[in-house]
């Protein structure tokens, strides 16, 4: 049976607000998707959403929703975008179906009764950012001592738990020697060396579960009901489950290894020693080619939600259309490197490729013929040296197209398709038929008016896996029905006496930016804040002010605000004292053993010595800031912070709730 040629994305996490970075990889996939089905393979294509996880729970709980009930409705906001954007996904998995999470079970029992996964218990920097835990030596340190999670820059915090593990550093020399032996595996080739790095380093056990008191949503561990896996564990294995892994054994072996799996830079590790090692455990073979694309920039600046500059993708989608947002979203950067999105950029794209060089050729190719040869497709007629030419150079523009698209290089392969635009339009200003019609040279004229035309269908052709619906109706004008790649390189595909339609301009000039877009970007700025905006002048102005408003009687307390994001980043929890005790080294100290909800016990040194005494705390809910990076004060090691009341004399009270709530509970 004929490979199928499968690509896929990474399953994205359907809490998140789909952005132009998850936009950028799909309408990707979809554009080789549609290239590849054109050029007559069966082709699979996958896209989904990742479902489980801490912070799915924590968001369907404060919405008050079941998590199924959230993630179903939330799920929709991806689904809706790929099909404004008109992306064409063959299948869309989530990783709370059932033929997923089915044979996610079937895969973690055939490796442990194999041995490949083991229970063992482990202390470590636990990322809830990232839902991972990493080592010592793996986080940073910020300047003001915090431990922050290398993969998302957010704070880590020491946590102690027994879990199952996934034997990853058995199958790491055949991951090495994979990697050494096929050198495409990992593209490009910055993204290689990163991970062959990372390959020359020892490769530790994955742990690749959570306990179910701590993260009820997951799949659940087949032989322990303590338990559930991981998320990544769980949401990697949907690229084999998707294609009938286990299921269904011959539309499994047509499709796997996949031809490319998509994947931002920021999932590298995740997608290349997780996901092979895993692979080779189950005696697969990766993929034919993981390519890690880079990231965009917005105006300048890392899209984030506090700064308040992600881009979303339906706002553009209403702007600019669908096909002009994949369109300069897949020209404006290479696919390898990172890349700044603006809409001034956009602009500047989407006039320079689409309207002034191939919207123009049609509209002249199509309005000439109209004017002189009565609005059909003209007979080729006597071939000059202008045609061959012509001719040879869009062959050779054809096929840098194909091999640069067959590269994932997909601004290089716009960029043959402008030259072919541009070719198009030379050739009319040298051939210049509005002289050729003075002349009454009408044989002549209308074979550059045929062979401009043929140009605008090359053209048309090549733009169908960008520019899908732009394309259609470009062909349309020119009479094609049912474009074809085949003869692509031969310009004498038109139907001679086919009626050609003038209509709007294809891809009208953009002189100024959308008034919404005008309207977002000014609601943007003035998010940007105030002070921000203020030149050092104006900044020192504002400070005097609030100097001033201090030194009057009764001056209103000013704070900086922060997001919504922000606080909740925060865990506040009830913590109860297990056991408190005078700090060796400081007076001001105690330190306490608390129960925070948690299997093991937390200390936490506290400075509230000069008010309480160690035993009236004992057996006392009071509230903790768990997250905070643990430090040392005085010698011990604090897991968090208490909190209190405190006025200009010092601590006045600590705090609490009003009624008894468990130990564990949140605070928000
Ligand atoms: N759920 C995991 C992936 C599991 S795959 C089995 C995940 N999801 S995600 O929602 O965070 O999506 C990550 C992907 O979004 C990146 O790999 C990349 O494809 C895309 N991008 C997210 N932000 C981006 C930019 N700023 N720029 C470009 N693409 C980026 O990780």
């Known amino acids: 049976m004929a490979k199928t040629f499968y690509i896929s994305t990474p399953l994205y996490y359907v809490n998140d607000v789909p952005h132009i970075g998850h936009t950028y990889t799909t309408v990707a996939a979809d554009v080789m998707a549609r290239y590849q089905r054109a050029k007559g393979r069966k082709v699979h294509f996958l896209t989904g959403t990742d479902e489980h ?24 906001r991806f689904q809706k975008l790929w099909e404004r954007l008109d ?50 030596k793996d986080v940073l340190v910020a300047e003001d001592g915090t431990k922050l999670c290398p993969d998302t ?13 996934f034997r990853m550093s058995k199958y790491a020399d055949k991951l090495r020697t994979w990697t050494a032996e096929n050198a495409d595996w990992i593209r490009p080739e910055t993204r290689k060396n990163e991970l062959m790095g990372t390959l020359k380093k020892d490769i530790a056990d994955l742990c690749i579960t959570r306990p179910k008191e701590r993260l009820p949503w997951g799949i659940p561990v087949p032989w322990d009901s303590d338990y559930v896996t991981y998320v990544w564990f769980d949401a990697l294995l949907n690229y084999i489950t998707a294609i009938g892994y286990r299921r269904d054994d011959e539309r499994f072996a047509a499709c796997w290894p996949a031809d490319f799996q998509l994947i931002g830079k920021d999932i590298l590790t995740t997608h290349t020693v997780y996901w092979g090692t895993m692979l080779l455990a189950l005696g697969l073979d990766p993929a034919d080619c993981i390519y890690a694309h880079g990231w965009w920039t917005v105006e300048g600046r890392k899209m984030s939600k506090s700064v308040g500059n992600v881009v979303d993708p339906n706002l553009l989608v209403d702007a600019y259309g669908a096909d002009s947002v994949r369109y300069v979203l897949m020209a404006e950067k290479s696919f390898g490197g990172d890349g700044d999105f603006s809409h001034k950029g956009f602009q500047l794209r989407y006039n320079a490729d689409l309207a002034n060089v191939m919207g123009n050729l049609l509209h002249r190719g199509v309005a000439m013929s109209e004017k002189w040869l009565g609005g059909v497709v003209a007979p080729l007629g006597v071939i000059t040296n202008a045609e061959s030419e012509l001719q040879a150079e869009i062959s050779e523009l054809t ?43 009408q044989a ?27 394309s259609q109706e470009l062909l349309g004008r020119l009479g094609i029905s049912a474009p074809t790649l085949q003869d692509l390189g031969e310009l004498s595909g038109l139907q001679q006496g086919a009626s050609l339609t003038h209509g709007d301009p294809l891809f009208p000039r953009m002189d100024e930016l959308p008034a919404t877009i005008a309207a977002a970007l000014e609601t943007a700025a003035a998010a940007a804040g105030p002070l921000k905006s203020l030149g050092s002048s104006g900044a020192a102005k504002a400070e005097k002010k609030a100097k001033k408003s201090k030194s009057s009687t009764k001056a209103e307390p000013t704070f900086e605000t ?107």
């Open 444 to 470: 002549r004229l209308a074979t550059v008016m045929r062979h401009t035309l043929e140009v605008c269908r090359v053209v048309g052709v090549l733009l169908a896996p960008f520019c899908p619906n732009k």
């Open 399 to 441: 096929s840098a197209y194909d091999t640069h698209l067959n590269a994932l290089a997909y601004n290089s392969a716009l960029e043959s398709l402008v030259n072919i635009g541009k070719a198009g339009n030379k050739y009319l200003d040298s051939e210049k038929p509005w002289a050729l019609n003075k002349a009454g040279d």
């Open 87 to 136: 992306c064409t996904h063959d299948d869309f998995i989530r990783t709370t179906e059932k033929r997923h999470t089915d044979v996610v079970q079937e895969v973690l029992r055939e490796l442990f009764e194999r041995g490949d996964i083991y229970k063992e218990s482990y202390a470590g920097w636990y990322s809830t950012s990232a839902e991972r835990f990493w080592t010592e």
């Open 153 to 165: 820059q957010q704070p880590v915090e020491w946590l102690e738990e027994t879990n199952y593990w």
């Open 53 to 76: 996880g801490q912070k799915v729970f924590r968001k369907a709980t404060e919405r008050g929703l079941t998590p199924q009930v959230h993630v179903d409705e939330l799920v929709q």
């Open 562 to 668: 922060i997001s919504f994001e922000d606080f909740a980043k925060v865990e506040i929890r009830v913590v109860q004292v297990l056991s408190a005790a005078q700090h060796p080294d400081a007076d001001r100290l105690l330190v306490l053993q608390v129960n925070a909800g948690e299997e093991t016990p937390r200390t936490i040194v506290a400075g509230i010595a000069s008010k309480y005494s160690p035993e009236e705390l004992v057996g006392k809910k009071l509230l903790g800031v768990l997250n905070l990076a643990p430090r040392k004060l005085r010698g011990v090691m604090s897991q968090g912070m208490l909190l209190a009341a405190s006025g200009s004399k010092g601590i006045l009270s600590m705090a609490s709730t009003l009624v008894d709530v468990a130990p564990g509970s949140r605070i928000s």
